[in-house]
């Protein structure tokens, strides 16, 4: 089955025990716990500078631990070997699930929804419909496979204390679901400072765990860092950071095959002559991070979200609305494309939405 070295693939994971890892014996299985490294899987997912300052060693020892414990997980058929074929890779595409939006032309932007083993970023001014985007996901995400959802917990990083439970529990109401249910499937996490932030993102394995969680959002990615380190001196120090909590969060998305979605601010720049002179913050660590990129934009009462990055999407755009239900179709769509309860696991693209 090719859903067990990804999804399923956990049972084998907890069976790993850190010392049947190459070279890991009692005294450096005890410096490793100590650190905050509990499982094989902890240590696959570790950077070789955070681990060498965790168990005071050189960072050539710490990437020899994390090469190692990458090394069981592949032999385990937990992580791919390092090369694999064509064939295999589109098996292992296949393992991956998708959650919806709460709007179909979304969806359909999205080719299906938000993919797991992949990060997908959310980035536009005020008030165009990140946080509503990431509250209607914490709904989608707890329901069946079948109907869109993920069928599993969802872990949420509030960086602007802008989650709202009441929020949730209307966009729950407003589509029919018990919103009690849901709301205990949500773990809500507020980061106060940047160092918090990489904290929590260092350790999120095991919440991942002990949530059940298929998807992790960041509300939003780089606000913190930004107001903290703003001086010129500082920038690399801030994108060195910004750096490792992105790849760390890459590497959950694959070995857990869950979905991790960021959202982020734009700012303006001046140097753009023509089309729109916003970008994303963050700059290329940001981007080049992100595996799908999305830029959302008012349009009077109405937002346009268009794809800006992606390894395989056409380059498209499509509009959407934000109403009691969360993030929604407009009233046009759903007439032009029939019901919207009849439309559920439609993933057809070929019709332009704008
Ligand atoms: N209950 C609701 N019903 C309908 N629309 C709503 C509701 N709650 C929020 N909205 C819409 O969502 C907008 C806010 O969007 P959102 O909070 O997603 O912005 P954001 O992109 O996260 O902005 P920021 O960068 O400030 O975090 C509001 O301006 C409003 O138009
Ligand atoms: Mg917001």
Same mark, same amino acid.
């Given at each position: 089955?090719?859903?067990?070295?990804?999804?399923?693939?956990?049972?084998?994971?907890?069976?790993?025990?850190?010392?049947?890892?190459?070279?890991?014996?009692?005294?450096?299985?005890?410096?490793?716990?100590?650190?905050?490294?509990?499982?094989?899987?902890?240590?696959?997912?570790?950077?070789?500078?955070?681990?060498?300052?965790?168990?005071?060693?050189?960072?050539?020892?710490?990437?020899?631990?994390?090469?190692?414990?990458? &090394?069981?997980?592949? /032999? +385990?058929?937990? *992580? @791919?070997?390092?090369? $694999?074929?064509? =064939? %295999?890779?589109?098996?292992? #595409?296949?393992?991956?699930?998708?959650?919806?939006?709460?709007?179909?032309?979304?969806?359909?932007?999205?080719?299906?929804?938000?993919?797991?083993?992949?990060?997908?970023?959310?980035?536009?001014?005020?008030?165009?419909?990140?946080?509503?985007?990431?509250?209607?996901?914490?709904?989608?995400? &707890?329901?069946?496979? /079948? +109907?869109?959802? *993920? @069928?599993?917990?969802? $872990?949420?990083? =509030? %960086?602007?204390?802008?989650? #709202?439970?009441?929020?949730?529990?209307?966009?729950?109401?407003?589509?029919?679901?018990?919103?009690?249910?849901?709301?205990?499937?949500?773990?809500?996490?507020?980061?106060?400072?940047?160092?918090?932030?990489?904290?929590?993102?260092?350790?999120?394995?095991?919440?991942?765990?002990?949530?059940?969680?298929?998807?992790?959002?960041?509300?939003?990615?780089?606000?913190?860092?930004?107001?903290?380190?703003?001086?010129?001196?500082?920038?690399?120090?801030?994108?060195?950071?910004?750096?490792?909590?992105?790849?760390?969060?890459?590497?959950?998305?694959?070995?857990?095959?869950?979905?991790?979605?960021?959202?982020?601010?734009?700012?303006?720049?001046?140097?753009?002559?023509?089309?729109?002179?916003?970008?994303?913050?963050?700059?290329?660590?940001?981007?080049?991070?992100?595996?799908?990129?999305?830029?959302?934009?008012?349009?009077?009462?109405?937002?346009?979200?268009?794809?800006?990055?992606?390894?395989?999407?056409?380059?498209?755009?499509?509009?959407?609305?934000?109403?009691?239900?969360?993030?929604?179709?407009?009233?046009?769509?759903?007439?032009?494309?029939?019901?919207?309860?009849?439309?559920?696991?439609?993933?057809?693209?070929?019709?332009?939405?704008?």
């Amino acid at each position: 089955m090719e859903n067990e070295s990804q999804s399923g693939g956990n049972v084998a994971i907890i069976d790993l025990d850190i010392q049947d890892i190459e070279g890991v014996g009692p005294t450096t299985a005890k410096k490793l716990r100590d650190a905050g490294i509990i499982s094989v899987m902890d240590l696959a997912v570790s950077s070789a500078e955070e681990l060498s300052e965790g168990i005071n060693a050189t960072k050539e020892t710490a990437a020899s631990f994390i090469i190692s414990a990458q &090394k069981l997980l592949r /032999e +385990t058929n937990v *992580l @791919d070997k390092e090369f $694999i074929t064509a =064939d %295999t890779a589109l098996q292992k #595409r296949r393992s991956m699930l998708r959650c919806s939006t709460g709007s179909y032309a979304l969806d359909d932007l999205l080719l299906g929804g938000i993919e797991t083993q992949a990060m997908t970023e959310f980035y536009g001014e005020f008030g165009s419909g990140k946080s509503q985007i990431c509250h209607t996901l914490c709904v989608i995400a &707890k329901q069946p496979i /079948e +109907t869109g959802g *993920l @069928d599993s917990g969802v $872990i949420y990083i =509030d %960086t602007e204390g802008t989650f #709202r439970p009441e929020r949730v529990e209307q966009i729950a109401r407003a589509r029919g679901f018990d919103p009690t249910e849901i709301l205990k499937n949500v773990a809500i996490c507020k980061v106060y400072n940047s160092s918090h932030l990489e904290l929590i993102v260092k350790d999120l394995g095991k919440y991942i765990d002990d949530f059940k969680a298929k998807l992790v959002i960041i509300d939003s990615i780089i606000s913190l860092h930004r107001a903290e380190f703003s001086g010129r001196g500082t920038l690399a120090d801030r994108q060195q950071r910004l750096n490792n909590m992105l790849h760390k969060l890459i590497r959950l998305a694959e070995i857990y095959n869950i979905a991790i979605v960021i959202t982020n601010q734009v700012q303006s720049s001046p140097d753009t002559f023509f089309g729109d002179p916003t970008k994303a913050t963050g700059g290329n660590v940001v981007g080049h991070a992100s595996t799908y990129r999305i830029y959302l934009r008012k349009s009077g009462e109405n937002r346009i979200a268009k794809i800006m990055d992606s390894p395989y999407h056409p380059y498209s755009d499509t509009r959407f609305t934000v109403t009691e239900r969360g993030a929604d179709d407009l009233e046009e769509q759903t007439t032009k494309k029939g019901s919207k309860k009849s439309r559920k696991n439609e993933t057809d693209s070929d019709e332009e939405e704008v």
